[in-house]
């Protein structure tokens, strides 16, 4: 009787959910105790779990910092189960072990997942969460400047990342030249990096993946959060809108800096007789989402994000004896808009898709206008001049995936994304009347560039033997930009080997190619910064990365890891010697050189994610490489060299501690060797050097990036205090940047001093160093109910 | 309360403006280099400057009316041409001089000893002429106010090289000037002449550049670099390799014409030539030439630009050596129209 039940695979599927508030939880264990066969539940929350010859089953449902859920299922046919675990940020350290995508036991190698709690808990700048700044501190990652957002990663560039917001690309991270990131900490759900192994369901950047999902909302009851600090205000809403139906998640952050000047500013206008006069900078970030589920088996997401940053100056002039007005607007806009629709639907319990429509938009907009009005023998006359200056990109995109689980041994994803991009490099308008006639209305330099790529991939999470498993896919991806068709087929493997029960062996090899180039000036984020796509002579990049390393997971849930890696990238974009960019696209394939680099070194990462004390050290050693040798680009002479961040040892160590709800404190520690600079070191006639031109003098640089800076170094330090009210929580957030005031390098410079003494003239130069940021303490006020 | 408040707001104060300090240079110690600037046309005789350099991050005294760059006097300097003939050059304060004027097609070899230095030494090959034909102009007037002059000629480009250009127009301005006696007869007659080189503008798509305006200082070239010293355009054959290709170039016509400048008269008067200069030389030349433009052009360095590198073709010291051959050619200016 038992041999049709042996024959014949049963499906357990399911969603698994936070108990208090209704939201996915994403990368749950979902583990068979009786066969030992498990999976991890899905970016929806969603997970599959096929079993062969068995008549029931103990499935073990465990998350961080969530109590684990035993539950018996019969197995005569497919079931689905749905599991509400509750959070318990007290538990005994030893009782949870779940499958986080950098724990010993998934294939996946080079990836880390920072919960969300902990990226709110480090220490930053003004106090702001900024998710970039976190991810920053971890091995193989890179800052670049001080302060600023950009991330480099495993030797590659600030370009070179994928950020996704709700599987949807943004374009710029940035807020305020880079200061602080486009994500708000109070809308995000789950955080992780892929530094490399990259799953074939991920391309069209060489170098990392930060895959960011928002909160879908609580779907039991309205919750909500206020907080007030230095820089920005920030709102937060959550609830649902049909009970345990339809959830709404609302995130508003703004900076309020330009709303406090505006008195000063009208105080200064009434003073030189000017009518009016606003002018000041903001950024904000705005999310939403909304949820809605019709069934077990199909949900519908709606997703929008909107973020930007504006300067902006507004005069007004009214001369009543003259009886003329006169208006002045400037304004400089940049930001992103990123919208999404999705669906879920579970085909069967083997078969989840996934369906997407997306649209995103970067943009730069420069608007000036300036208006005269007068009056003249009795007739309204108009003098008016607009000018602008707008680039940008925008895309749209269909996306279909699957994740099928045909039976316990696999786990495969597969899909297709069409993606057409329009790259606006940029367009200039001139509007110019005089006395009412109208002069010129004119649209320079609207070329737009519109591309199209499609990606293929299919990947499957394979489990060979009980101590080998391998996750094996590719991507066949094009691209088709002004009769140019660029193909290429990317493959990805990688792979564990349990050597004992907490340790295993990683190895993995991953192909991408980038079809799109980020044009900027300097390594601070500008609105000038300009994506362009790859052209007849400017070809894709592309890397090739293989990486190998061990991973222990310590009962007291530290996970170890360490990792190695080599890297080679192609086609990789450097602004010639002397060549700037300055917000024009036009003529920009002449000013840059297309080189190859180079990147290799070790991680090591042990990384506390629950507890009182949570955090991670992580220390990495590496060199980054470059070299641009082909005929008529070459760099440095054709010679290698290193990178600018080429930085060879950098060690983070991130620590908070929770012992109650009534306190938390965290600290923060970086080192890491100084970056390298193009520094002249000798002084050389110049072409035209003679008695004549005395002072025709040429600061020779020997080679590129010759000179390494001092070391940068810094600590933070906060401390959260809370206090629940009658209606709310109220958190008081003091933290120091730089608490110990480190004049770190963010430039070095010659500088001369001559000195004469009738005779002759004595000639001296010395090096400065200029620093950004020396200790900056901040307060914020957090009201939560 | 007071007191405080303006002791926190000095604080930060003091805080904001220390971000600058000096800091100890780290590297090696930097040792002079000696420094060849050698640019030589195949129409002049082979000369080389020597001097050393200073090493930036340093002290030192120079006495009024001493040289910037210690010269470099007591080098013994030789001359191979094509593997046979060595020359050895006359000593003059740094300036070594060679009695030998390059002929197109010779392979150079410089080698230089200096008591307790290492060798150095350079190559240098003299390209051929550039073959230029068809030279014309014709005045060309924007508007009423504004006569410009186009300039055009074919540079025939060989095949199988790769080949470095630069195209200039050169004004010699002669000035004569007379003096008379009581009589009217002329007792004396001189003459002045002095070369310069003209700013232009190029519309060629070859050059990637729409620019029409007279007054630019910086034309592009189709790697993108800028020309050197604002009149020249330096380029490589990467667009029309084994082809003959026509040029247009324009420049302001105002100055032109000898009587621009009020010299017409009996007692002075003055003739301006206008020559078209195509040069071409050695990829170490153009490289140098290009990267000597952009470190002129570069206003922002150290800010937004990596500084520019110049490129040495010298093995064992910094500088340049090289040889370019020159096709001149006249250009005729036609009549001005005046409105």
């Known amino acids: 009787m038992l041999l049709p039940i042996m024959a014949v695979a049963q499906t357990v599927s399911g969603t698994v959910t936070d108990e208090a508030t209704g939201e996915t939880l994403i990368g749950a264990t979902v583990l068979d105790t009786r066969s030992g066969k498990g999976t991890v539940t899905n970016a929806y929350g969603r997970y599959t779990l096929t079993l062969k010859g068995v008549k029931d089953a103990e499935l073990r449902f465990t998350y961080v910092g969530y109590k684990p859920q035993t539950h018996r299922v019969d197995l005569s046919a497919n079931r689905q189960l749905n599991v509400e675990l509750e959070a318990n940020v007290m538990l005994d350290e030893v009782e949870v072990v779940a499958e986080r995508v950098n724990s010993p036991r998934v294939s996946q190698m080079s990836a880390i997942e920072v919960p969300v709690e902990q990226i709110k808990l480090v220490p930053v700048i003004f106090g702001e969460t900024d998710v970039l700044k976190a991810i920053q501190l ?16 495993r030797g590659g560039g600030p370009d070179q990342n994928l950020f996704l917001l709700d599987g949807i690309p943004l374009y710029n991270v940035n807020h305020l030249g880079g200061f602080f990131s486009a994500f708000n900490g109070d809308a995000i759900k789950n955080v992780t990096l892929y530094k490399g192994s990259f799953p074939a369901r991920f391309t069209g950047r060489i170098s990392s993946v930060l895959d960011i ?9 309205w919750h909500g959060s206020g907080s007030i600090g230095v820089i920005s205000a920030k709102i ?10 339809t959830t709404l998640n609302f995130s508003l952050r703004r ?43 199909s949900r519908l997401y709606a997703t929008w994000y909107s973020g930007d940053d504006e300067a902006y100056m507004r005069v007004k002039i009214n001369d009543d004896i003259y009886g003329e007005k006169s208006y002045m607007k400037l304004s400089y806009r940049w930001g992103n808009m990123a919208t999404a629709i999705r669906w879920n639907y579970e085909l069967n319990p083997q078969l989840f898709m996934n369906v997407t429509g997306s649209f995103t938009r970067y943009r730069n907009n420069l608007t000036l206008g300036i208006e005269d009005i007068w009056r003249q023998q009795g007739q309204e006359y108009r003098d008016e001049v607009k000018m602008g200056l707008n680039s940008g990109i925008r895309d749209v995109a269909a996306r279909v995936d699957f994740d099928y689980a045909p039976s316990p041994d696999h786990a495969v994803k597969f899909g297709a994304v069409a993606t057409l991009h329009t790259f606006i490099p940029q367009v200039q308008t001139a509007y110019l009347m005089s006395s009412n006639t109208q002069l010129a209305d004119t649209t320079f330099g609207e070329d737009r560039i519109s591309a199209g790529e499609f990606v293929l991939y299919g990947e499957d999470d394979w489990s060979i033997t009980e101590a080998l498993k391998i996750n094996a896919g590719a991507a066949l991806s094009g691209f088709a930009v002004e009769g140019h068709f660029y193909p ?59 990486a190998a390393g061990l991973f222990y997971s310590w009962k007291y849930n530290i996970d170890f890891s360490i990792e190695g890696y080599y890297k080679v990238m192609d086609n990789m974009l450097e602004y010639k010697s002397g060549s700037t960019f300055l917000g024009s696209s036009i003529g920009w394939e002449d000013m840059v050189s297309s080189g190859r680099g180079w990147a290799y070194g070790v991680e090591f990462l042990a990384q506390k994610s629950i507890g009182d004390i949570t955090g991670w050290l992580g220390y990495t050693w590496s060199r980054t490489m470059r070299q641009f040798d082909r005929e008529g680009q070459e760099l440095n002479n054709g010679e290698p060299f290193p990178a600018k961040y080429d930085r060879i040892h950098d060690i983070s160590l991130t620590l908070q501690y929770k012992p109650n709800d009534k306190f938390d404190c965290g600290v923060t520690w970086v080192y890491c060797t100084g970056n390298t600079a193009s520094l002249a070191l000798q002084e050389i006639p110049g072409e035209n050097y003679s008695s004549v031109y005395y002072y025709d003098h040429i600061n020779y640089v020997d080679s590129r990036n010759n000179y390494r800076l001092p070391a940068y170094h810094r600590m933070d330090a906060s401390v959260n205090f809370h206090k629940q009210k009658k209606r709310f929580l109220r958190t008081v957030s003091i933290s120091v940047y730089n608490l110990y005031n480190r004049q770190n390098p963010f430039m070095i410079y010659p500088r001369s001093y001559t000195r004469s003494d009738g005779m002759g003239t004595e000639y001296t130069t010395v090096l400065m160093q200029r620093s950004l940021f020396p200790i900056l303490p901040s307060v914020s006020y957090i009201l939560k109910f | 309360m007071k007191k405080i408040k303006i002791l926190m707001l000095l604080g930060a104060v003091a805080m904001m403006v220390s971000c600058e300090k000096k800091i100890e240079f780290e590297g090696e110690d930097v040792e002079p280099m000696v420094v060849v600037h050698g ?11 020597l001097c050393y350099s200073r090493p930036i991050y340093s002290s030192f005294y120079v006495p009024n009316g001493g040289d910037y760059f210690e010269a470099i006097d007591n080098a013994n300097v030789t001359l191979t041409i094509d593997g046979s003939t060595v020359l050895t050059a006359a000593d003059s304060a740094g300036r070594y001089s060679f009695a030998h004027t390059p002929q197109p097609g010779e392979h150079l070899v410089l080698d ?53 250009y630069a195209v200039r127009l050169r004004m010699d301005d002669t000035v004569y000037t007379r003096n008379y006696d009581d009589s009217g007869n002329l007792i004396m007659e001189d003459t002045s002449t002095s070369s310069s080189y003209v700013y232009y503008s190029c519309t060629d798509y070859l050059l990637n550049s729409n620019t029409d305006i007279i007054d630019v200082g910086i034309v592009d ?76 052009d570069d206003e922002f360095q150290a800010i937004l630009s990596e500084p520019v590198q110049i490129h040495s073709n010298i093995e064992g010291g910094i500088g340049i050596f090289g040889v370019s051959s020159t096709s001149v050619k006249r250009v005729e200016v036609p009549n001005m129209i005046y409105y």
């Not at chain 1, 937060?236 to 139906?245: A, D, L, Q, R, T």
């Not at chain 2, 640019?39 to 400057?49: K, S």
């Not at chain 2, 380029?235 to 029309?240: H, L, M, Q, V």
């Open chain 2, 39 to 49: 640019l030589n046309d195949a129409d002049n005789p082979i000369v080389v400057n």
């Open chain 2, 112 to 164: 230089i000893e200096i008591p307790g230095k290492e060798p150095i030494s350079a190559v240098a090959d003299v390209m051929a002429r550039p073959a230029v034909r068809n030279v014309e102009s014709e005045l060309d007037a924007d508007d009423e106010y504004t006569n410009f002059l186009e300039v055009s000629f074919d540079v025939t480009d060989k095949k199988a090289t790769s080949d470095y």
């Open chain 1, 236 to 245: 937060n809403v959550e609830g649902p809108i049909i009970k345990e139906k």
């Open chain 1, 138 to 153: 971890l091995p193989g990652v890179q800052s670049g400047t001080e302060g600023m957002s950009g991330l480099y990663v």
């Open chain 1, 213 to 221: 999902t928002s909160n879908n909302g609580n779907d039991k009851e």
């Open chain 2, 221 to 296: 070239d189709p790697t993108g670099q800028s020309s050197y010293e604002g009149t020249c355009m330096t380029f490589t054959d990467a667009t029309f390799n084994g082809q003959t290709h026509h040029f247009k170039v324009k420049v302001a016509a105002y100055n032109l014409y000898d009587d621009y400048y009020g010299y017409k008269g009996k007692d002075q008067t003055r003739t301006i030539g206008l020559y078209l200069e195509v040069s071409s030389m050695s990829r170490d030349l153009y490289l140098y030439r290009q990267t000597s433009a952009a470190y002129s």
């Open chain 1, 488 to 546: 290429s087929i990317q493959p990805r493997l990688s792979g564990r080997l349990m050597l004992t029960d907490d340790i295993s062996m990683k190895a993995g090899y991953s192909y991408m190619t980038q079809y799109m180039h980020l044009l900027s000036n300097s390594n601070i984020s500008l609105p000038t910064d300009l994506w362009v796509p790859v052209t007849a002579r400017i070809e894709p990049m592309k890397s090739h990365q293989v």
């Open chain 1, 255 to 297: 900076t309020y800096g330009d709303i406090l000047l505006q008195p000063m500013l009208m105080a200064v206008a009434m003073q030189d007789g000017i009518d009016g006069l606003s002018a000041g900078y903001y950024f904000y970030d705005l999310n939403a989402k909304v949820t809605h589920k019709f069934s077990d088996r």
